[in-house]
């Protein structure tokens, strides 16, 4: 379903009057466009319900994010590499004791005690306990039960609701309102059976060649980065995994086959456990579980080793809604942000302890704070821009922003749907309606994905070689498989929610007037004016992985982002042996040296009853810049401050 917001025109809040409104007029804020997917709206709620009420305040300075990232991250910037520590963003950032101030005088006045109301640690949500009656009174909306035709699970929900104009201004959104799904991140590791196959009898280095099964010698000879021979302290790379899960036995097999030096077989990476974050047993690897942590986890190690992986499990995999959306995550790394005290939502995040009826699920605290932040977190997931509200997806996106800021390096990976997306585990691709742009398995519009659509994210898509051998070059990737559910095309498109970025601004013109195919405004947005993705790409077909003791080639985009995370984690390696600091948010330094990267220019990603885009000369949707040759990256970065 699509979400339409509702914005006026923000002063600064530093400057806003405090005095009570002459009218207390609501004015719409947000709703749902089209029919849910996959819910029936059932009856109106009792307004006697208990409700947890939570409203996102309008943070400070976010008309100035982009400038500050710039500061640190644009290569002609004389504050390159000064990142920010985690208390510069958190006062930057917080919202104005006037936005604060009118938010709780509004509810107060509407009949809310004010011992019932509760502001964050960081003071980005106020929070209170109310009823269906009081938040329909407040929103100017109606609640109703909606069920899930599937498995028959309840949601309260409204179609829209709107704010007091005089406090608007000071709120992103209120939750629970406009969203129905709490989505599970999809692993974009294809699993149909064209794009993972088991090796009969195994395989190790050199077995094989490069156009049957990629291995680390396969990797280094065609991005022609060195063997890793440095751990610097605080470099670990980050891996993160959703409801998938590592098996350690797995890894000194992959080791002995499949390192070069080989990596001691007793390795294994820094665990990281968030909100009950598991390790894998037979119970998960008999469920299937596993092949998406197996194939990150052991391409990362392949590249940086003797650096070590940073291993975080995000959620116990039990709680109904504990594969939610990313800001468990972001919650665990900045506690300004998390629980009700920052991004989350209920519906759409996990609640800890876990609220079902079931007593193996996670029962502490949510996790606020206190896990380690890696130089560079790469992470294999994703979901669709047309299925999460406006407001939600944009607060998230300043969240990767605040990494970028602090000196992280965000790399996702960009799909495995073409042009089209996975709706959830378990369904096909879908595309959005060409009218409304919710998400419709009868859609004829590109369906974008989040959060590769924020301008803040390194996006990165597959490719696979030409021929046997690496001589042959790459091209995108391209696996039509046997239905919707198994095709495999490398992710890309344009946003409908995200304006491009500067740094992306003549790349995107470029492919535009050159090569943007003519489908028209209804089939994607041909604007030349929305953030387009990927951002670079790397090989994600046949990649060597040990999964339950045997050997797979496996396909995906989640190959490719821990590849080219490997590879920056290795630049950051180059950069602390001389002194520097890590690169952090990388585009704005990719965007100004294309040079540096070998241009995709043959395949395109289909979806959407089209051909999709083609990888053309320069930046284009499907394999972005291209893929990265080290050995001209390195002298860039080197040379920076």
């Known amino acids: 379903m699509r979400f339409s917001a509702f914005v006026v025109a923000l002063?600064?809040?530093?400057?806003?009057?405090?005095?009570?409104?002459?009218?207390?007029?609501?004015?719409?804020h947000e709703k749902r466009d089209g029919k849910p997917h996959l819910w029936e709206k059932r009856n109106r709620a009792t307004p006697s319900q208990a409700?947890?009420?939570?409203?996102?305040?309008?943070?400070?300075?976010?008309?100035?994010?982009e400038a500050y990232i710039y500061e640190v991250a644009d290569p002609t910037s004389e504050k390159f590499g000064k990142h920010w520590t985690a208390e510069e963003v958190a006062n930057t950032f917080a919202p104005s004791p006037?936005?604060?101030?009118?938010?709780?005088?509004?509810?107060?006045?509407?009949?809310?005690?004010?011992?019932?109301?509760?502001?964050?640690?960081?003071?980005?949500?106020?929070?209170?306990?109310?009823?269906?009656?009081?938040?329909?009174?407040?929103?100017?909306?109606?609640?109703?039960?909606?069920?899930?035709?599937?498995?028959?699970?309840?949601?309260?929900?409204?179609?829209?609701?709107?704010?007091?104009?005089?406090?608007?201004?000071?709120?992103?959104?209120?939750?629970?309102?406009?969203?129905?799904?709490?989505?599970?991140?999809?692993?974009?590791?294809?699993?149909?059976?064209?794009?993972?196959?088991?090796?009969?009898?195994?395989?190790?280095?050199?077995?094989?060649?490069?156009g049957a099964l990629i291995t680390i010698e396969c990797l280094r000879k065609l991005y022609k980065f060195p063997v890793g021979k440095t751990a610097a302290k605080g470099n670990e790379i980050g891996i993160a995994e959703w409801a998938d899960y590592l098996?350690?036995?797995?890894?000194?097999?992959?080791?002995?086959?499949?390192?070069?030096?080989q990596i001691p077989l007793d390795t294994k990476p820094e665990f990281i456990a968030i909100d009950g974050g598991l390790t894998a047993n037979l119970t998960t690897i008999s469920e299937g579980s596993g092949v998406e942590a197996a194939l990150d986890v052991q391409s990362a190690y392949s590249i940086i080793h003797p650096q070590q992986v940073r291993y975080y499990q995000v959620g116990d995999g039990i709680n109904v809604d504990s594969v939610g959306t990313f800001n468990i995550f972001l919650d665990a790394l900045d506690e300004s942000y998390c629980t009700y005290e920052g991004?989350?939502?209920?519906?759409?995040?996990?609640?800890?302890?876990?609220?079902?009826?079931?007593?193996?699920?996670?029962?502490?605290?949510?996790?606020?704070?206190?896990?380690?932040?890696?130089?560079?977190?790469?992470?294999?997931?994703?979901?669709?821009?047309?299925?999460?509200?406006?407001?939600?997806?944009?607060?998230?996106?300043?969240?990767?922003?605040?990494?970028?800021?602090?000196?992280?390096?965000?790399?996702?990976?960009?799909g495995d749907s073409g042009v089209a997306n996975r709706y959830n585990a378990g369904y096909p691709n879908s595309c959005l309606n060409g009218?409304?742009?919710?998400?419709?398995?009868?859609?004829?519009?590109?369906?974008?994905?989040?959060?590769?659509?924020?301008?803040?994210?390194?996006?990165?898509?597959?490719?696979?070689?030409?021929?046997?051998?690496?001589?042959?070059?790459?091209?995108?990737?391209?696996?039509?498989?046997?239905?919707?559910?198994?095709?495999?095309y490398?992710?890309?498109?344009?946003?409908?929610?995200?304006?491009?970025?500067?740094?992306?601004?003549?790349?995107?013109?470029?492919?535009?007037?050159?090569?943007?195919?003519?489908?028209?405004?209804?089939?994607?947005?041909?604007?030349?004016?929305a953030r387009g993705f990927p951002d670079v790409a790397a090989i994600g077909l046949n990649v060597a992985t040990v999964w339950n003791g045997s050997t797979y080639g496996v396909g995906g985009t989640s190959a490719s982002a821990p590849i080219f995370a490997g590879i920056v984690t290795l630049l950051n390696e180059a950069r602390i042996a001389i002194g520097k600091g890590p690169i952090g948010f990388l585009n704005p330094t990719l965007y100004k040296h294309p040079e540096a990267f070998n241009d995709i220019t043959i395949g395109n990603n289909p979806g959407c009853l089209t051909d999709g885009f083609n990888a053309t000369?320069?930046?284009?949707?499907?394999?972005?810049?291209?893929?990265?040759?080290?050995?001209?990256?390195?002298?860039?970065?080197?040379?920076?401050?």
């Open 98 to 210: 006037a936005t604060k101030n009118a938010v709780l005088e509004w509810l107060v006045d509407s009949g809310i005690e004010r011992p019932r109301i509760s502001l964050s640690k960081g003071h980005n949500w106020v929070q209170f306990d109310g009823t269906v009656e009081e938040a329909e009174r407040l929103f100017a909306t109606e609640y109703w039960h909606y069920e899930h035709v599937e498995n028959g699970g309840l949601r309260l929900a409204v179609d829209q609701y709107s704010l007091p104009e005089h406090v608007q201004k000071h709120i992103d959104f209120v939750m629970p309102t406009v969203q129905l799904d709490g989505l599970k991140p999809i692993a974009n590791t294809n699993h149909g059976r064209d794009a993972m196959a088991i090796i009969p009898g195994g395989a190790s280095l050199g077995s094989m060649p490069c």
């Open 435 to 488: 009218d409304e742009l919710y998400v419709d398995n009868n859609g004829t519009r590109f369906s974008p994905s989040f959060p590769v659509n924020c301008p803040y994210i390194t996006a990165v898509g597959a490719t696979t070689l030409i021929g046997n051998d690496t001589e042959s070059g790459e091209r995108a990737v391209s696996r039509p498989g046997t239905g919707p559910a198994n095709a495999y």
């Open 490 to 529: 490398s992710g890309g498109g344009f946003s409908n929610y995200f304006p491009v970025p500067s740094y992306q601004a003549s790349a995107v013109s470029n492919f535009m007037k050159h090569y943007a195919p003519n489908y028209g405004p209804n089939v994607y947005n041909d604007s030349g004016k």
């Open 247 to 261: 098996y350690e036995p797995d890894l000194p097999i992959f080791f002995k086959n499949f390192t070069t030096p």
């Open 51 to 65: 409700l947890p009420i939570r409203i996102g305040l309008r943070q400070r300075n976010l008309e100035n994010a």
């Open 343 to 414: 991004g989350d939502q209920p519906y759409v995040d996990p609640a800890y302890p876990d609220p079902n009826d079931n007593e193996l699920g996670y029962q502490g605290p949510l996790q606020c704070g206190g896990a380690p932040k890696s130089n560079v977190i790469s992470v294999s997931y994703g979901q669709i821009e047309g299925a999460l509200p406006y407001f939600y997806q944009v607060r998230q996106c300043h969240e990767w922003m605040k990494l970028g800021l602090q000196g992280v390096s965000v790399i996702y990976a960009s």
């Open 617 to 641: 000369p320069g930046w284009d949707p499907v394999t972005g810049l291209g893929t990265p040759n080290y050995e001209k990256l390195l002298p860039i970065f080197l040379r920076l401050p």
């Open 11 to 28: 002063a600064s809040s530093a400057t806003t009057s405090l005095a009570a409104p002459s009218s207390n007029r609501h004015v719409l």
